[in-house]
């Protein structure tokens, strides 16, 4: 089975923080996405990473950045935390010939 | 833009009886669907999947039907069961080169099952 795994399932922050969310899989994907998903508005795609070191903006890019140095690792971070960051993000990654994509459990995330 | 809608947003359905999960979608060029179940508080879990060169394809308890003339896609459960109960959201992949892997998702449905 594809596991995809989140550093933390809470999280909270306060206004100005560097927040960084971990995300790890271990099926050798070589696609990775960060989402984050708001009540109302679904999923919305952040950044995602085709192979190490590559990564892509999404739709809603604007505060967040992204690392990937590994390819079972995809890091979002959040440079200067804010109170409209405060929702769910989630990991997913993908066979980079599949459009299946795998999801990890999320962190919820609490600007304060 | 286009985006993939649901007709829905909430389903109540007695244990036991058939679920119909709807989702419009409006880029006829999207290829490849798939459905998510979403329980309280854990990540998109995948059900199924379908190709545009479908109509049908089942599953463990699970059919998506794909009818491409009206852009509609459904997800049949049969036989519900309180375990059922989950947001459910389709999602739906345009191929568009460099990003062939994004998938656009609906909002969801959320489904109780009552017992």
């Known amino acids: 089975d594809v596991k995809v795994t989140q550093s933390s399932r809470y999280l909270v922050k306060r206004t100005g923080e560097k927040v960084f969310l971990e995300c790890v899989q271990d099926?050798?994907?070589?696609?990775m996405f960060w989402y984050r998903q708001d009540p109302g508005l679904g999923l919305r795609l952040i950044y995602f990473?085709?192979?190490?070191?590559?990564?892509e903006k999404g739709d809603i890019p604007e505060g967040y950045s992204v690392s990937r140095e590994k390819k079972e690792r995809f890091s979002l971070i959040l440079e200067s935390a804010s109170t409209n960051q405060t929702s769910m993000y989630l990991c997913?990654?993908?066979?980079?010939?599949?459009?299946?994509?795998?999801f990890g459990p999320g962190t919820r995330l609490t600007v304060l | 833009g286009e985006s993939v809608g649901l007709h829905l947003p909430t389903l109540s359905v007695q244990e036991g009886d058939n679920s119909i999960i709807n989702c419009a979608y409006s880029?006829?060029?999207?290829?490849?669907f798939i459905w998510y179940k979403q329980e309280s508080g854990k990540g998109p879990q995948f059900i199924i999947d379908?190709?545009?060169?479908?109509d049908k394809r089942q599953g463990q308890r699970v059919t998506v039907l794909l009818n491409k003339t009206v852009k509609h896609l459904s997800l049949q459960i049969a036989a519900t069961q309180p375990g059922d109960s989950a947001v459910y959201f389709c999602?739906?992949?345009?191929?568009?080169?460099?990003?062939?892997?994004?998938?656009?998702f609906g909002k969801g449905t959320l489904l109780t099952v009552n017992p």
């Open positions: 997913a990654s993908s066979l980079p010939d599949s459009d299946t994509q795998y």
């Open positions: 099926m050798d994907h070589e696609n």
């Open positions: 990473s085709y192979d190490v070191k590559m990564k």
């Open positions: 880029n006829s060029a999207s290829d490849y």
């Open positions: 379908i190709r545009s060169n479908m």
């Open positions: 999602a739906e992949n345009i191929e568009s080169g460099g990003s062939n892997y994004k998938l656009t």
